[in-house]
């Protein structure tokens, strides 16, 4: 019964690992709707599928301090990227007056501009409003886009509002002009590709002076946000203009991701060898949990929607699986020095577990630490690597401890009386008395068996019973 | 099986602390030897890649003939005339190409090639000596040359297998007007490979003349760019953002440690995981091997993978000297006794993960190796650290800790019978 029921759930196990594997790496259509693999839905970084590119050029007749602004306008497209969710994107000076940008996983080049927006102009403007509601400019600039250190979306007063903080030299102007022209209009200029666009045009109600604006009169946070969006968009210290926008191959050369599966999976497929050759058949225990343990992992890269993997996420992935197998590993080696010592299978691997669990959690959240560590203070690629770490923890967690003990459990009930098939052996010590006990060893496993058969977690039970019981064996 | 013949041997690694300490300072001492060399000889102690140091980049632009077959063969084609640029005297600049990356499509299909500077040469000579050197060179062989045929007054100058954009067939037609007197009439072929126009009368030289207008210098014949300065992709903010996280990684890492073993366990583990560093380190500078933003990665792949290792033999030897039987055992003999233990563990699980990345080493392609090569010299170096230098550490700690409060006590009692005297 127990051997049978046994069974069932190994197979169970099984064919749920093999329909992950299928949903991985197979792409269904069915009718209309299109399943796509678990693998093909990973987003990639630049590095391993490339993406698309563009080439700004600054065209600035005021050419002082070049170098910085230039350094700053890329320290702030940089910024923009990343608050975007673009964290692995780069952003390169060219000579002296252009900028690099590479975004990866979009295939589409004016994809770009969505992401950060179009090079514009900015210039606040005093207007008037006609009858008809038709907006005029009139008057000096009063700011542009240079003046504007940041517009935010917030509430104010229980209303949506966008906050602007101007810098010096705009706070002085912006003084000047609001004291002079209230009750005025004063226009949000946006040029872009030479046209301009009024994207607001709020009345001027008290004297800003202290260089921190507010303007009101927006429907919801949205429409806030919407417009702190169009007054940071494109704005940069120096004017840039396109020069070049199109799709770019990985930086790692095209096969690198090709060539990289493929020594995972025969670097995967050797280690579950020679787990099998170390372990016979705990080591089967340990490759049924390792290809869970992959399809658990692709599954999730797919989902989680800020991953984006690039070589550093891969390192993160390799160093997890080396962890999962080490958790393995540590267990097995428990179990046989327990089996040595003279115990009943069962009993040595649940004194395995026990014993070794204590330095797998403590490894573990040693690493998880480190993990999020990264993953707060980390920028770019160390994050990617972090987020990939610490879902490859969890899961190699959650496989080494619960699936791999219970499937240890379920293979040694269906093959109780052969400790050679998992490697176990008994110590020179323990040997003389296992020889007698020989033919105990099944009625040992059985009796355990009913102790355990109410499937309560045995690291939570008392394990006192389990040593009489090994002290029993030594009688 | 041998090893389980090893493990029955009652073996001394503490004892031997010395060993263990001198192998890795050899290799320092090696890597340093190895880096003072490379830096008087080409001035780059470490073999430092584009990422963070800047380089240059140039355009070459190859339109419609750049394609997913020919793109392996203009690759390689590029790169070689790059490495191989020699000056006027015959000697190699030393050049690297540091990676080739394909970009547009169709007409704009170009190849973008990052370069480092030659290791001798400042950006003045970069720009005015070499750059244009190699812009020469990669124009010499990306050249088209057209085929120009002639019936009567009717002249075609056929593109094999390019397509020209607007812009090159006005400027090829320019071009070709000037070299010969009294051409008109250009137009430009419906698959956009040929050029037709009218002359009469032509000279002699006529087809050289024509085919020397018309040749295409690859370069411009898209958008073209000079070559040009890149900056690092990896700035200077982005790798102190990096250095301090990591630290402080390493110091929280270090507080669980000590909280869960003992500080003297927490610094042990520290102390390995520097060294595993270092030897990654030297690992790149002895064999000269491109240290790009990839290394960053490879580094903290190692750092939890040594840690890890380090924890699995304390948590060993602290169940050990929990034990009643250890309870009179020096920190030399749990230490020795809990190496054992986890010896098979250890090499076990070296060799899984050794397996996993060694075949990312052999398979993988040669931007992927020098990902994987540092990361196995890590794993080698960590595997060591956590049997023989570590415990080492902990054991010696502990052992001078417990003899030291007993001599000072003997000095005490010494000193009371002294003074009773």
């Given amino acids: 019964m127990k051997k049978k029921s046994s069974i069932i759930k190994i197979a169970i196990i099984g064919v749920i690992t093999i329909i992950g594997l299928v949903l991985s790496f197979c792409t269904f259509h069915i009718g209309l709707t299109t399943f796509k693999s678990f693998g093909s839905s990973i987003k990639l970084g630049l590095d391993l599928k490339g993406g698309v590119y563009a080439v700004y050029e600054a065209n600035e007749d005021d050419d002082s301090d070049m170098n910085t602004r230039m350094n700053a306008t890329r320290t702030r497209l940089e910024r923009l990227l990343t608050s975007r969710g673009y964290s692995e994107a780069t952003v390169v000076r060219e000579g002296g007056d252009r900028l690099r940008v590479e975004v990866p996983d979009v295939d589409n080049p004016g994809a770009i501009f969505d992401i950060i927006g179009k090079p514009a102009e900015l210039r606040f403007q005093l207007s008037t409003v006609d009858a008809s509601n038709n907006v005029s400019l009139s008057g000096d600039i009063i700011l542009t886009g240079r003046n504007i250190l940041s517009a935010s979306a917030q509430y104010y007063e229980g209303k949506a509002v966008v906050a602007l903080s101007l810098n010096a030299e705009g706070t002085e102007a912006f003084s000047k002009a609001t004291s002079e022209n209230i009750g005025k209009t004063m226009a949000i200029v946006s040029t872009v590709d030479g046209k301009d666009q009024i994207i607001s045009n709020p009345t001027i109600n008290v004297a800003i002076t202290n260089g921190q604006a507010i303007i009101d009169g927006m429907a919801d946070m949205e429409a806030a946000q919407e417009l702190a969006d169009q007054i940071t968009a494109g704005q940069f210290e120096v004017k840039l203009s396109l020069l070049e926008n199109s799709t770019v191959s990985p930086t790692l050369g095209e096969q690198a991701l090709f060539y990289g599966i493929i020594a995972g999976v025969v670097g995967l497929l050797l280690v579950m060898a020679f787990l099998i050759w170390r372990y016979r058949m705990l080591g089967a225990v340990a490759s049924m949990a390792l290809l869970l343990y992959s399809v658990l992992m692709l599954f999730f890269l797919a989902v989680l929607p800020w991953v984006q993997l690039t070589l550093p996420g891969i390192a993160g992935i390799i160093l997890s699986i080396g962890m999962a197998v080490d958790a393995n590993v540590i267990i097995y080696e428990r179990i046989r020095d327990e089996f040595k010592g003279g115990k009943s299978m069962l009993a040595s691997s649940h004194a395995g577990f026990k014993k070794a669990t204590k330095a797998i959690i403590d490894s573990n959240v040693t690493t998880i630490i480190a993990a999020v560590v990264l993953l707060i203070f980390g920028t770019g690629s160390i994050r990617g690597f972090a987020i990939t770490l610490l879902v490859g923890i969890i899961l190699s967690l959650f496989t080494s401890m619960l699936v791999t003990r219970k499937l240890v459990k379920y293979f040694m009930a269906v093959l109780p009386d052969k400790p050679g098939m998992f490697s176990l052996k008994r110590g020179k010590e323990a040997e003389q008395d296992g020889n007698a006990n020989d033919g105990n060893v099944i009625t040992d496993s059985e009796v355990t068996e009913t102790t355990v058969s109410e499937d309560k977690d045995i690291a939570q039970t008392d394990v006192k019973p389990l040593e009489g019981e090994a002290a029993y064996e030594n009688i | ?421």
């Avoid at chain 2, 007197?181 to 032509?202: N, P």
């Avoid at chain 2, 230098?389 to 502990?398: E, H, R, T, V």
């Fill in chain 2, 1 to 421: 099986m041998k090893i389980s013949n090893l493990l029955e041997k009652d073996f001394k690694i503490v004892e031997k602390k010395k060993i263990w300490f001198i192998i890795p300072a050899c290799i320092v001492a090696v890597a340093i030897a190895v880096m003072v060399i490379f830096g008087v000889t080409t001035g780059e102690p470490l073999n430092l890649g584009m990422d963070f140091t800047g380089g240059y980049t140039i355009n070459v632009s190859l339109s419609t003939k750049l394609t997913d077959s020919t793109y392996q063969t203009y690759t390689e084609q590029v790169t070689d005339i790059i490495e191989a640029l020699k000056d006027e005297n015959g000697n190699s600049y030393g050049l690297k190409v540091a990676n080739i990356q394909r970009q547009g499509s169709g007409d704009t299909a170009a190849l973008y090639v990052k370069y480092k500077a030659a290791p001798d040469a400042d950006d003045a000579r970069m720009n005015d000596e070499i750059n244009p050197a190699i812009e020469e060179a990669l124009g010499e062989v990306f050249k088209i040359i057209p085929a120009v045929t002639s019936e009567g007054d009717n002249h075609t100058v056929t593109y094999s297998d390019f397509r020209l954009v607007d812009d090159t067939f006005k400027q090829k037609s320019e071009s070709i007007k000037a070299a010969v007197s009294g051409a008109s009439g250009f137009a430009l072929s419906d698959d956009r490979k040929s050029i037709t126009f009218t002359a009469s009368g032509v000279s002699e030289s006529f087809v050289a003349d024509v085919i020397k207008a018309a040749t295409i210098d690859d370069r411009y014949s898209g958008q073209a760019r000079k070559s040009d300065s890149v900056s690092a992709t990896v700035s200077g903010e982005l790798l102190t953002d990096a250095l301090l996280a990591i630290s402080l990684a390493i110091v929280l890492m270090l507080v669980y440690i000590a909280f869960r073993f003992e500080v003297s366990s927490g610094l042990s583990a520290i102390v390995a995981l520097l060294h595993d560093i270092i030897i990654m380190f030297s690992f790149m500078a002895i064999f000269h091997i491109e240290i790009s933003s990839t290394f960053i990665a490879a580094l903290i792949t190692i750092l939890g993978y040594s840690i890890n290792n380090t924890i699995i033999v304390f948590d060993r030897i602290r169940e050990n000297s929990k034990s009643l039987y250890y309870k009179n055992s020096t920190a030399t003999f749990i230490a020795n006794q809990s190496i054992r233990e986890t010896l098979m563990r250890s090499i076990n699980t070296s060799i899984t993960t050794l397996i996993t990345i060694a075949m990312v080493a052999i398979i993988g392609v040669p931007s992927i190796r020098v990902f994987a090569l540092p990361i196995i010299a890590g794993l080698l170096a960590g595997t060591f650290s956590s049997i023989f230098i570590s415990p080492s550490i902990w054991a010696m700690w502990k052992d001078r800790k417990r003899k030291l409060p007993k001599s000072d006590k003997e000095k005490k009692t010494e000193g009371k019978k002294a003074a009773v005297a």
